[in-house]
């Protein structure tokens, strides 16, 4: 745990309905209706409210000052893809990505300041922890993006906690800023997806919790061995109890869990990983996401080739395994996670890299 994980941030959007209600105290009960719309229907600084008083518009934002601070913005994809690095408070750097679809929009956002998760092919993981982010934090980047999206002629209607940091290891305040993005931000639970590397409490307790937001298990390999050495939380949480917390989640919810696989060259996209995977996929009553890895500068993880993910995809298909590959966005950027905060802050060098492993198990890709 890090000295920094009880910074709650000072943000406009941190107090809930009823704080600001009790922080509003003496004020005429319509300021309150005029300061919601504000911030969440106008996406307004408390300044720009011009429907509140000046004074009282001046005492909220001395107390409540915006969290995240732009160090960097980045657009890609004819700019349909923007991502940005944002400095908080106290120093760490997280990063928030948006991306245009036709009838649609989807922001990324993150739920740490670095990760613990130490997953060998992720730069963010590589970088380590830092603290987690506060409510406030997490709604912060989402009415950036709903802010953007506006501007861009688009409709923000999609977030997915899958940016910096392990979500569930935040668990208490990813719920919360969920809780938040359904009642005050007004994006539907099923719009709301929340991604995790496999901490199974978390996985049945979110199940449990009367929501129906989408959870997308970081899996990308569908044996131990190879998991672990992808993946180390795995030694705490095998394959075996995963698969039986995305039945529960399904049984709970109606939901199918995404398992989410990053494609990674001489790894894991051989035709045994993929009979694997087809395997663990029935087993959990899930749906599997196929994700072609961003290159990073510096790094030697290497992405499978598009043919090769076309492969692998009609094989799972072909063995009753429900499968889509992802779009990939943001080539030309620093698009995958970790990246543009590396980048920063000088560590997507090589002697940060890791090398992962030729699997233990050769087999030939069929053509």
């Not at 349909?80 to 908080?88: A, P």
């Not at 830092?130 to 923000?156: F, K, N």
């Not at 995958?336 to 560590?347: E, H, S």
Request: net charge negative.
């Amino acid at each position: 745990m890090s000295e920094h994980d009880d910074v709650s941030g000072s943000s406009p959007w941190t107090p809930s309905h009823d704080e600001w209600t009790a922080l509003l105290d003496g004020e005429p009960k319509y300021r309150l209706d005029q300061l919601w719309r504000g911030l969440y229907q106008e996406q307004l600084e408390p300044e720009q409210i011009s429907t509140l008083p000046k004074s009282l518009r001046h005492r909220i934002a001395e107390q409540f000052t915006p969290s995240l601070t732009l160090s960097a913005r980045q657009a890609a994809d004819n700019g349909k893809t923007i991502k940005w690095l944002w400095t908080l408070p106290d120093g760490p750097r997280i990063e928030t990505v948006l991306m245009h679809y036709d009838r649609r929009s989807t922001v990324c956002v993150s739920s740490q300041a670095g990760c613990a998760m130490a997953c060998g092919f992720c730069a963010t993981g590589q970088a380590g922890y830092e603290r987690h982010l506060s409510v406030g934090e997490i709604l912060e980047q989402v009415v950036a993006a709903q802010r953007q999206a506006t501007e861009d002629d688009s409709r923000l209607s999609n977030v997915v906690f899958m940016g910096m940091g392990e979500p569930m290891a935040n668990y208490d305040k990813v719920v919360e800023s969920v809780r938040r993005l359904i009642t005050d931000v007004g994006i539907g639970a099923r719009k709301i997806t929340v991604s995790t590397v496999g901490l199974a409490p978390q996985m049945r307790r979110l199940a449990d919790e009367g929501l129906q937001v989408g959870l997308a298990l970081s899996l990308h390999a569908a044996n131990d061995d190879l998991r672990t050495e992808l993946v180390p939380v795995n030694k705490r949480h095998p394959i075996d109890e995963l698969i039986d917390c995305c039945r529960h989640y399904k049984q709970s919810t109606g939901r199918r869990v995404s398992l989410e696989w990053a494609m990674i060259d001489g790894v894991n996209d051989r035709d045994s990983d993929a009979d694997e995977l087809a395997i663990v996929a029935r087993r959990a009553h899930a749906h599997v996401n196929l994700i072609p890895l961003n290159p990073t500068p510096g790094w030697p993880t290497v992405g499978t080739p598009p043919d090769r993910i076309a492969a692998f995809a009609r094989r799972l298909t072909d063995r009753g395994a429900n499968a889509t590959v992802r779009a990939n966005r943001g080539t030309d950027i620093d698009a995958a996670c970790g990246q543009l905060a590396g980048a920063a802050a000088g560590t997507n060098t090589g002697q940060q890299a890791v090398t992962l492993r030729p699997p233990r198990r050769p087999d030939k890709h069929s053509t």
